[in-house]
């Protein structure tokens, strides 16, 4: 997703855009190598929503039309978290859940239909072209052949496997620092057939801890096929099964029991599927006091997130935003220092709140950041004050989908109305 939101911004500012693919895309919205977590539930959030539509207006319309599920997030949404259930109500911003493979098989048949992008599918970077300090291109190879695509810009969108750590080295240039938060989270995911009258009271279910005591969490998503996706997770070595009777089992002792009520039930429609997530990573690019010209580094390349959370997606689309506004700018020098500078400040609000969570567990190891703790004492009354209070719960809301500062949450009004609805 990182790769496409930057090609549909760089394509507004150069005159050819060459999008290097290692998997050949399928034709249509499936799952591929290159996409591991494509089978598990994805959210995207509402501020990377709205980034979505700016890049590709009528994009949520189409999504729907063909099957995707739009609704008010806090009247849709039965979210169980800190042993209780968040108060149901209309907040005034929608939710968009769809499978991954269908929301990027839409994002790429938009990218790929841009007059000045090339899709190249099949086709792995083995390294930089480079001229001194800069780089220059990259160097691929494509159906055994090796070749050098020229640029002007390359914007590295590889993955929490990026190779630009060691290019940069390569290119006598410091590595960048990194921040890992060590929280062993697994997960599977299974789809079942849904049908009217399942989940009664809400659209679909999420379901959080109450850490340290318990471990896992679940999500019941409705998805295009009129199909529920049914995403298990643990965190700390607690993962689900894949087995049929397992994958049960560890759903009935979730800390609420509305999914193991509808999955228990349901028609399986496919096997359940895992993933592994060892640890939140953090690339400070931002750290560093030098960086070649002609190349940034962009999505999970820069900071991947515990994806129970689902900030991956928005992240990606806050920082193609903002490229396109740093490109749009008449002064394109020294551009990787303030892209990277303003990433880090995006990147600081998501890592808090996921980190923060994490290290609600004292078995997570990784660098703590001043004030966690005390942090996390007053999110823990926040959690218990949106089972009563709707405009607290507006405000967390409003955090969570990155459409405010968490500063929010500190105003004098909004503590109040925390103490007097959490004590």
């Not at 769809?98 to 599918?121: C, D, F, S």
């Amino acid at each position: 997703m990182a790769g496409l939101l930057a090609a549909r911004v760089l394509s507004d500012r150069f005159e050819r855009v060459t999008l290097i693919e290692r998997d050949v895309p399928p034709d249509g919205p499936d799952t591929r190598k290159g996409v591991p977590q494509g089978r598990h539930a994805h959210v995207l959030l509402a501020r990377g929503e709205q980034i979505l539509s700016s890049l590709f207006p009528g994009l949520t319309a189409e999504l729907v039309a063909g099957g995707a599920f739009a609704g008010d997030m806090a009247a849709s949404m039965r979210w169980f978290q800190f042993g209780g259930y968040k108060r149901q109500h209309h907040w005034g911003h929608n939710t968009f859940i769809q499978t991954r493979p269908y929301l990027e098989w839409h994002v790429r048949r938009r990218v790929v239909a841009l007059p000045n992008v090339k899709l190249l599918g099949g086709c792995s970077v083995t390294g930089l072209s480079r001229d001194g300090a800069r780089v220059t291109g990259v160097e691929v190879q494509r159906g055994g052949e090796s070749e050098s695509i020229a640029g002007e810009l390359t914007v590295d969108c590889g993955g929490r496997g990026s190779a630009a750590p060691r290019w940069l080295q390569e290119m006598a240039f410091d590595a960048p620092p990194e921040s890992a938060i060590e929280v062993n989270v697994g997960y599977a995911s299974r789809y079942y057939r849904r049908v009217p009258g399942q989940l009664r009271g809400a659209e679909f279910v999420v379901i959080h801890p109450k850490p340290p005591g318990e471990r896992r969490s679940a999500t019941l998503f409705p998805i295009e096929g009129d199909r529920w996706i049914c995403t298990l997770a643990g965190w700390l070595g607690d993962h689900p099964p894949t087995d049929s009777a397992g994958f049960l089992e560890f759903a009935r002792n979730l800390p609420a029991p509305d999914v193991h009520q509808v999955i228990s039930q349901a028609e399986p429609l496919s096997d359940p599927v895992p993933h592994r997530f060892p640890a939140n990573l953090r690339r400070h690019y931002e750290r560093l006091a030098r960086f070649p010209e002609g190349y940034l580094v962009m999505g999970d390349a820069v900071c991947s997130f515990n994806p129970v959370y689902g900030q991956g997606m928005t992240s990606a689309a806050l920082q193609a935003d903002l490229l396109a506004r740093h490109l749009a700018g008449a002064d394109h020098g020294d551009l990787a220092r303030r892209h990277f500078r303003e990433v880090a400040r995006a990147v600081d609000v998501i890592w808090k709140l996921a980190a923060g969570e994490d290290f609600r567990y004292p078995e997570v190891r990784g660098p703590k950041m001043a004030g966690t703790d005390l942090g996390n004492r007053y999110v823990s009354m926040i959690h218990r004050a949106v089972m009563r209070d709707e405009r607290v719960y507006d405000a967390f809301l409003s955090v969570l989908n990155l459409l405010e500062p968490p500063e929010i949450l500190f105003r004098p009004s909004t503590v109040v109305r925390v103490l007097r609805a959490a004590l």
